[in-house]
């Protein structure tokens, strides 16, 4: 029942299908929300998918924004069992709230925060089991978090998700990232944003209907699949246990 | 409820963790949350009960008003009412000056009294602001309880808070004039929070931080952008593993607008206050009671913690009036009925005959 009610996102994504292998895999997948609308229900909706229990595939969460048992509670109710999959070895979670790079500091040492991060994903991923190791998501929530926590250098940041894209090719990951449309839409801020939108396979919008907020209808998705060669754009509203997604005008798919 | 698709074990309710015992002036909300209370039980009830721990209110202010500090002065009070540590930082030369015009707690029995009276004889307008009694009337009935032990208190502003609740308890007051950067703060935050951590369990206490006017011209780090937003994200990632609320007032239009939006994204509870022009004659036409009000106030964002469901509220801006100018109160904005002529329709006519018993209209 589930899979019915939010099969216009997977079909949009291309999980409507099979679930092994991944059909995400090697590709990135870039997910803009709104202060308005926030989109992190999409992430946990990405989370359960790939977390399902006819895959083998690994999540690897880099959590800026929240902390695990908030995650874990989300989950719960989608129906996925963060606690157990993380004993398991097929999620991993990157406690990051209390990162922060050293003022000054450009990355060039070594020891810096971001290259110590992304070390610290290599390493994690060379370390797993064959079978996984073709099957990694790796999902960041958010970016714009990780800008601060870089002090601001946005070059910083776009050169660690550059590195986490070779992952992409070298072990076939896919990159799942969260980021804030409208810190970026104004004035000198586009830059950052534009170069994300270039390089990701797949763009989601979140974003509130034109007439506001209601409670029927949480917002607007709107699915730019380049490697489908296919835009969709359909309402949803969020549930605890399900995110419903219907065309405009209908209640129900 | 729980689809047990994996392993069962795992879904089993962990019967430790219920009913925890909590601390004065906390009540236990949907999803795990603990409310501690605004000071405004007005906004408590917008709020869907209160403030979660290990949450970050922000509050937009208007730069030309100073309505936030209503805001916080009954946030305040109220801690100190249940015994709560306060941290208080503030942009003032001496920060504790401000803590001499925090209110007391009404007397019970002026609560009542807010019921509007004088729309009584408008008989007609009765009909159109059906709804806002209709959801009132069932929240009052606290008002009988000792003070101390009530979730949420009114306060009347022109009674201060008397002064052994100020004294003698844990309140921590900085000023954040002269910081040339913000380690000081953050290191005093770290302190009071340490104090305040997070186990699964009961709560004996929880702490309040009220940080006023965080990017005032007056301090010295307030053009230093990056540095303030890392402060608020390490402030947030402390609060989330404590049992303690901050709130942060700022005005956004001293922040670049990108800065802005990124400040709005950071809070888990985002407020706005406005105030209402002195004259506003269109404005008096649309909105009863418009001259009582002192002020707007817009919910932007609700928290949403442990839970991926949005608050959808039925009305996001609401009136700020000072009840007989010494209770606050936060109401929903009525739409004055649309008078068909273009006289007042209540008034009489003047010209008609004496017989006009042109008093109130009794349904």
Known sequence: ?253 | MATAKTRTSSFCRNLSSAAPSLGPGLKCGPNGMVFLSSGIPDLDKVLGGGFPLGSLVMVMEDAEAPHHMLLLRNFMAQGLIHGQPLLYASPARDPKGFLGTLPSPAASKDDKSREPDPHQEKGLRIAWQYKKYFGENQLNFDGQRDGKHEYSNEFDLRKPLERHLIIGQRIDCVSIQDSSDLSTLQDRCATFLSQLPRNDGSISCAGRITIQSFCAPQCAYSNMEWEMLSFIRSLKSMIQSSNSVAIITFPPSLLSPSFGKRWQHMADTLLSVKATQDEDKELAQLITGYQDMVGFLNVHKVARINTQVPVILEATTFSIKLHKRRYLVIECLNQAPVDGSSGASYGTSGSCSSSSKTGNLDF
């Not at chain 1, 929300?33 to 083998?56: A, M």
């Open chain 1, 1 to 253: 029942m589930n899979q019915r009610s939010s099969s216009l996102l997977d079909e949009a994504l291309g999980l409507d299908q099979v679930i092994e292998p991944w059909p995400l895999r090697g590709r990135v997948l870039t997910i803009e929300d709104r202060v308005e609308t926030s989109g992190s229900f999409v992430l946990h909706h990405l989370l359960k998918r790939s977390l399902s229990p006819n895959s083998s595939n690994v999540s690897i969460l880099i959590a800026f924004s929240q902390p695990f048992s908030h995650y874990d509670r989300v989950l719960r109710k989608l129906g996925c069992n963060l606690v157990s999959q993380r004993d398991n070895g097929r999620f991993l979670f990157f406690d990051m709230l209390k990162l922060q790079c050293p003022v000054g500091d450009e990355g060039i040492t070594p020891g810096g925060g971001l290259i110590a991060l992304f070390g610290k994903i290599h390493k994690t991923i060379s370390a797993l089991p064959e079978i996984s190791r073709k099957n990694v998501s790796i999902i960041i929530d958010d970016l714009s978090l990780m800008e601060v926590a870089a002090n601001g250098s946005s070059n910083y940041v776009l050169d660690f998700l550059h590195y986490c894209r070779t992952l992409t090719s070298e072990f076939d990951c896919s990159l799942i990232t969260l980021n804030h449309e409208d810190i970026y839409s104004i004035e000198d801020g586009r830059t950052f944003l534009l170069q994300m939108e270039y390089s990701t396979d797949i763009l989601i919008k979140v974003e509130p209907l034109a007439t506001g907020l209601a409670a029927d209808v949480h917002g607007q998705l709107t699915v730019s699949n380049k490697g489908r060669n296919k835009a969709s754009n359909f309402h949803f509203k969020v549930k605890e246990n399900v995110v419903e997604c219907f065309y405009p005008g209908r209640s129900r798919d």
